[in-house]
T-cell receptor, first 114, second 114 residues
Framework: KQEVTQIPAALSVPEGENLVLNCSFT??????LQWFRQDPGKGLTSLLL?????REQTSGRLNASLDKSSGRSTLYIAASQPGDSATYLC?????????????FGQGTRLTINP | DTEVTQTPKHLVMGMTNKKSLKCEQH?????MYWYKQKAKKPPELMFV???????INESVPSRFSPECPNSSLLNLHLHALQPEDSALYLC?????????????FGPGTRLLVL
C-alpha cells in the first residue's frame, strides 16, 4: 500500500529565504505527483503537477522535482514571502490503487516571518 | 474557468437532522470526488463518480449518501450524523479518471455536528 511522508511537519523561516519541502513515497509505480497549498479552513489549490515521465515542473518562484526511482520529490520555494504561509500537501496517484485515488502526505505547515 | 463551487460554506446540524452538501463544476469534467478532512490531517477519499456512476465507495457509513444528478452536479446527503463526522468536506473534479489528470478542489463545506 502506498504511503506518503512529508518532512518537516512544520517549518518557520524569515522572509526572503529560499526553502525546500520534502516528500517521499514508498511505491514508485505512480501516474503523477502533485503539490497542493491549503490555507487554514480552505480548500486545496494545485501548485504543480509532475507526470511520472517528467523530472521537474516550475511555476514562478516554485520548482518541484521528482525522482521516481528513489521515491522522492522536493518543492523549492525561492525568495519566500509572508503570503507563502500555508500548509503544503504532496499527493501521488498510485498505479496499483487505480487512477482515481490520490494518496496524500500529512503536510508541511510553513510559516514565513516578516 | 477552473472553479469548483461548494455550498453551503458552513453547516451546523443536529444528529437527527437531514441536510445536503452541494458541489458544482462547469469545466465539462466527467469525474467528481468527495473527500473528508479532519483538522490537521490530509484529505481522505470518500466517493468517486465517473460519468455520473458511482465507481468508488471507500467503505463510507450509510449515513452519507452521494448523488450525481448530472455531469456538473454532485450532492452529499447527510442523515443521522455523529459528532465525529464534524470535518471539512471537500469536493473535487477532473476531466476523467485517467491517471495523468489533475484534480481541482472546491473551497469545502465546514460541517459541525452537535
Amino acid at each position: 500500500k502506498q504511503e506518503v511522508t512529508q518532512i518537516p511537519a512544520a517549518l518557520s523561516v524569515p522572509e526572503g529565504e529560499n526553502l525546500v519541502l520534502n516528500c517521499s513515497f514508498t511505491d514508485s509505480a505512480i501516474y503523477n505527483l502533485q503539490w497542493f497549498r491549503q490555507d487554514p479552513g480552505k480548500g486545496l489549490t494545485s501548485l504543480l503537477l509532475i507526470q511520472s515521465s517528467q523530472r521537474e515542473q516550475t511555476s514562478g518562484r516554485l520548482n518541484a522535482s521528482l525522482d521516481k526511482s528513489s521515491g522522492r520529490s522536493t518543492l523549492y520555494i525561492a525568495a519566500s514571502q509572508p503570503g507563502d504561509s500555508a500548509t503544503y500537501l504532496c499527493a501521488v496517484k498510485p498505479v496499483t490503487q487505480g487512477a482515481q485515488k490520490l494518496v496524500f502526505g500529512q503536510g508541511t505547515r510553513l510559516t514565513i516571518n516578516p | 474557468d477552473t472553479e469548483v463551487t461548494q455550498t453551503p460554506k458552513h453547516l451546523v446540524m443536529g444528529m437527527t437532522n437531514k441536510k445536503s452538501l452541494k458541489c458544482e463544476q462547469h469545466m465539462g469534467h466527467r469525474a467528481m470526488y468527495w473527500y473528508k478532512q479532519k483538522a490537521k490531517k490530509p484529505p481522505e477519499l470518500m466517493f468517486v463518480y465517473s460519468y455520473e456512476k458511482l465507481s468508488i465507495n471507500e467503505s463510507v457509513p450509510s449515513r452519507f449518501s452521494p448523488e450525481c444528478p448530472n455531469s456538473s452536479l454532485l450532492n452529499l446527503h447527510l442523515h443521522a450524523l455523529q459528532p465525529e463526522d464534524s470535518a471539512l468536506y471537500l469536493c473535487a473534479s477532473s476531466q476523467t479518471t485517467s491517471g495523468q489528470e489533475t484534480q481541482y478542489f472546491g473551497p469545502g463545506t465546514r460541517l459541525l455536528v452537535l
